[in-house]
């Protein structure tokens, strides 16, 4: 059995800074990609940042130059860094991992709120 479990999610102000973790833990062989994606109210889930197993990253256009996802993988963890918040960036935000257990499977974890409001 695999858990992704979240963390770093909160309240800030416009202009603030969070730090979302992401922690998978179990029957892990492997990890190949992670990433975070994002649900606000009413809105259909987008993704946020991959990262690759080599380390590569790909950001959606509306995050870039403000949010960085990186990775350890010796803890099975990856983290996404927000900065310069936006109202807009309010969301429940998840992580997903690409584990490798015998074949890859997918798991998610179950989701962070971030609300950025003054």
């Known amino acids: 059995q695999v858990q992704l479990v979240e963390s770093g999610g909160g309240l800030v102000q416009p202009g603030g800074s969070l730090r979302l973790s992401c922690a998978a833990s179990g029957s892990i062989l492997g990890i190949n990609a992670m990433g975070w994606y994002r649900q606000a109210p009413g809105k259909q889930r987008e993704l946020v940042a991959t990262i690759a197993g080599g380390g590569s990253t790909n950001y959606a256009d509306s995050v870039k130059g403000r949010f960085t996802i990186s990775r350890d993988n010796a803890k099975n963890t990856v983290y996404l860094q927000m900065n310069s918040l936006k109202p807009e960036d309010t969301a429940v935000y998840s992580c997903?991992?690409?584990?490798?257990?015998?074949?890859?499977?997918?798991?998610w974890g179950q989701g962070t709120q971030v609300t950025v409001s003054s």
């Open positions: 997903k991992a690409e584990v490798r257990i015998g074949v890859p499977y997918d798991y």
